[in-house]
């Protein structure tokens, strides 16, 4: 059997975590001015063939092992049930059994909270020492008066975004525009293929513009054809701020655009004067594309899709965008030199109230720091955070070097590949070398199965190229057939001397020999641990 491992930071949104596995990848959108031979290919790959149904489903076993007490499980996209295997062990399962990979699993946990800061130290390769890092940290803010804010809305338009999705991110925008508080100051964006504005500039809010925006709202549908989400954020960010000194946007998105380097680095580039908070839409959305613009910008992402509640999604937004910015974070170890110590982050994520504050630390040497001090400057003064540095138990001891690493290498692949460059060897080998070391998959390295055969077991043919079709998201209507994919596939129309293409006919009997799956509405089972 073959075993692959996956590490992944997860984050804590008001003592809750949401875990999401994705079944399928949504078509992306390409972009006119992604005209290139190199862009071309990679859109092939982001672009596989789609088709109504596959030959193949999901079954799913989770065993939940937490640090932290749980409270409650339930999941918006599936019913489930819970198996108690283990005192601290939890099985989670889909109630069905197998079923349809057409949207994502997600999987709510609600945990008991941490009051005290929590961090690890364990050793990793080379006898280098990690250290990993989570407190919920407390901002006690003055009890001054509202600060007007200038807020940007930016709602998904695209056809991608018609049905429920257009109507789920709607919903959300208006509990949105009833959170705005006196003296704000906003403007809506539509885009899709083209954009429009509601207004040339930002307006008052009062009861009176509200009621205009929302009149705004009901009219509008998905209708402006493609993804073009980087044409309408670089018009947003060459006007001036005109309310303070940061413009606030809100984005929501199924983020189902080819161009996500090109949209990540134009954020970064305006993360100064910007800060995005991202709602992802839908039954398939992309959590790097979401998660990606709201980190770059010192911002946070939320998702909703059918079944989950939009308004504490909602109101946790707003909260965070009252929290004032910490500046001037630094973390330091006692017992270690500042130069010995390499986090996994070039910048310091956002501080907020309520959810988990996570860094990862690499320290050279044999040194094992004995506490850690976080410190910053908040609009009342200097604020500071403390954490004891206990060893990791056997369980968690590889933890800390294997998330370093995940998120170093994601950071340097970032840096690498802004706006679809393409990184020279001597520049990505920092990049091979940290997976190699750590284990950790890159997007310039992967594993390779070697299976050993007989002469007699040996295929006498040449090796065939089949590309295997993803399945359709819930509830998105195809915008084109298979066989049209396929034909419009760059393999077929570009690249004269690629591999054939298995034909469209063979392909489409995978509908004859489909699994009755269910097609019911998803359902939440949630249970209590009490």
């Not at 947003?236 to 701020?241: A, D, G, I, K, R």
């Not at 080998?429 to 992967?446: A, E, N």
Request: proline letters at 6%.
């Amino acid at each position: 059997a073959i075993c692959i491992g996956y590490i992944s930071t997860l984050k804590f949104r008001d003592d809750s975590i949401r875990l999401a596995f994705p079944t399928t990848i949504s078509p992306r959108y390409v972009p006119e001015h992604l005209n290139k031979t190199e862009d071309l290919l990679d859109t092939a790959y982001l672009n596989p063939p789609h088709t109504a149904h596959v030959p193949f489903g999901l079954d799913l076993k989770i065993s939940l092992q937490s640090c932290l007490p749980v409270e409650t499980i339930d999941s918006p996209s599936h019913e489930i049930e819970l198996d108690y295997e283990a005192p601290e062990v939890t099985t989670v399962r889909l109630v069905d059994g197998i079923t349809e990979m057409d949207r994502d699993v997600v999987i709510n946990l609600s945990l008991k909270r941490q009051e005290e800061p929590l961090a690890i130290c364990a050793d990793g390769p080379n006898g280098d020492r990690f250290v990993s890092l989570m407190l919920f940290p407390e901002i006690n803010q003055s009890n001054s008066a509202h600060i007007p804010t200038e807020t940007h809305f930016v709602i998904d338009a695209s056809g991608s975004m018609s049905g429920y999705q257009y109507t789920q991110a709607v919903r959300a925008l208006k509990l949105c525009l009833r959170s705005l508080g006196q003296g704000d100051t906003f403007n809506i964006i539509r885009f899709g293929s083209s954009f429009e504005t509601w207004k040339d500039e930002p307006v008052i809010y009062n009861n009176d513009t509200l009621e205009e925006a929302i009149g705004f709202l009901d009219c509008s549908t998905a209708d402006l054809g493609g993804t073009e989400l980087l044409r309408p954020l670089e018009e947003l960010f060459s006007q001036p701020v005109l309310t303070g000194n940061i413009r606030e946007v809100i984005l929501l998105t199924d983020g189902q655009v080819s161009n996500e380097n090109e949209i990540h680095s134009l954020a970064s580039a305006h993360s100064e004067n910007n800060r995005i908070f991202t709602f992802g839409i839908g039954a398939a959305c992309s959590m790097n594309l979401v998660n990606g613009i709201a980190e770059k910008t010192g911002g946070a992402s939320e998702f909703i899709q059918e079944g989950e509640s939009i308004e504490e999604k909602v109101l946790r937004t707003f909260s965070r965008m009252g929290t004032p910015r910490i500046d001037s974070l630094k973390i330091s170890f006692q017992g270690v030199d500042d130069k010995n110590v390499r986090l996994a982050t070039r910048s310091m994520p956002p501080v907020f109230e309520g959810d988990a504050f996570i860094m990862h630390a690499k320290i050279s040497g044999q040194t094992r720091p004995l506490s850690v001090q976080l410190s910053g400057k908040g609009p009342d003064g200097p604020l500071e955070w403390n954490s004891q540095v206990t060893k990791a138990n056997e369980k968690c001891r590889n933890v800390p070097h294997l998330a370093w690493a995940r998120i170093r290498i994601g950071e340097l692949e970032s840096r690498l590949f802004e706006r679809r460059r393409r990184p020279e060897n001597t520049r990505s080998q920092k990049i091979v070398d940290l997976s190699k070391k750590h284990g950790v998959l890159s997007k310039m390295t992967g594993l390779i199965a070697i299976e050993e055969r007989s002469d007699e077991e040996r295929f006498v043919s040449e090796p065939e190229l089949r590309r295997v079709p993803l399945q359709h998201t819930y509830q998105q209507a195809p915008a084109q057939s298979y066989s049209e994919i396929v034909k419009a596939s760059i393999y077929s129309t570009s690249m004269n001397s690629a591999p054939a293409l298995s034909s469209p006919a063979s392909l489409m009997d995978f509908d004859e020999c489909v699994p009755d799956f269910s097609m019911s509405s998803p359902k939440s089972k949630k249970k209590d641990f009490k």
